[in-house]
């Protein structure tokens, strides 16, 4: 049966499945509760800024390349002199986020960029919204009968939360992670580029825009290799839906990244010296619910709140992208499933502003979740559900 914008896939659950799954929700929430209020010996849930060391090392390069430098010579001399890691090629970022930055006019111009797209990202994940609510022109007058339903004595209630509710908190919520494009020089990070075109993408394809929500994707891939994963979910989506010219499009972008990214080796190669110091820990740090709430926490607001209320963020989001499932929804909920499943395993304790990249889709889980918890409770309590 197709969703409506009235309810969710917990709808169709049967009373006991209901109510486990609402007994799971409460075990998830005392768990992830347990996790952020132990004490920490590596420090990562500690609010620190999205990379403090790295933004004053990107900011370093992009001055560099300004005053006319080329970008591997820069990031050459600032990883050495502040003493990076350098032996792995992926302690080498790619050329393209400092060299456009650093092409431009001032500094001020690239973080004016990055605010206008999460500006557009903000309006275009408001209308994807409004137009899956089937309210036209996105009117909350314009409410269908299936958004409707009568109590014991006739009266018409809201099955729901009211029109352009979803919409409006999703917008509001996505100012936490957007904050931190317009907050001091952490602009020139190119994962929170590549969060927001992330963002961009999934909403375009929530418009319709398959061509636009590839270029997105693409884009975001060039600023940031973590943006694959997406990249790649994209693409088996495509195949699913027996997209032609989208998996195409796919496909020329990935091999242009793929010849791109094979010259940015070739060049750190010829950068690596033979006492080049190499990262004490492996990448698969296997850092689990601590990591993962971790990474969560790369949201303005949770940043100043305690570690507890990031953990209960986390599982209401989840809740509210597990019953979404329109194309939209399985999009957002499946990107950020993967996501969060990699963080689980790879990635080490300073690498939590990897959190970027899915930061603007939990707010998307969070505007669901009172239409989730709703469908969920009647069904668990027998209560009328929307037709």
Known sequence: MRQSACTTGYARLTPPQARVVLALIALAIALGTAVALAPTPGGSLAPHAAGAGDVA???????RIHNGEGYYQAAAAELTARGYPTRSVFN????????????????????????????????????ALAREEKYPGGSALAQPPSAVASDLHGRKRLCHPP?????????????????LTILGDVFVMPVLWAGVLIGLSVCAYGLGRSGWGVAFGLAALFFRELALPYCLLCVALAWRQAERTERAAWTLGLLAWLLFFVLHCWHVAELIGVGARA???????????????????MNAYLLVLPPWVTALYLVVAMVGL???????GTRIGLSTCLYLAAFAVVGQSFNQYWGLLVAPLLCFGIARFPAA???????????PVCA
Do not use: N
């Open 322 to 328: 597990g019953g979404w499932s329109t194309p939209l």
């Open 92 to 127: 080498w970022r790619t050329p393209l986020p400092m060299w456009l930055l650093g092409k431009l006019p001032t500094a001020g111009w690239g973080r004016a960029l990055l605010g206008a797209m999460s500006l557009a990202l903000v309006l275009m994940a408001f209308e």
């Open 57 to 63: 090392l990107y900011r370093a390069e992009v001055d």
């Open 279 to 297: 990262h004490r820990l492996s990448w698969i740090h296997c850092g689990g619910a601590e990591f993962v709430i971790a990474t969560t926490r």
């Open 373 to 383: 918890l709703g469908d969920l409770w009647r069904a668990a309590f027998r209560r």
């Open 163 to 179: 029109p352009l509710f979803c919409p409006a908190v999703c917008a509001l919520l996505l100012t936490g992670p957007l904050q």
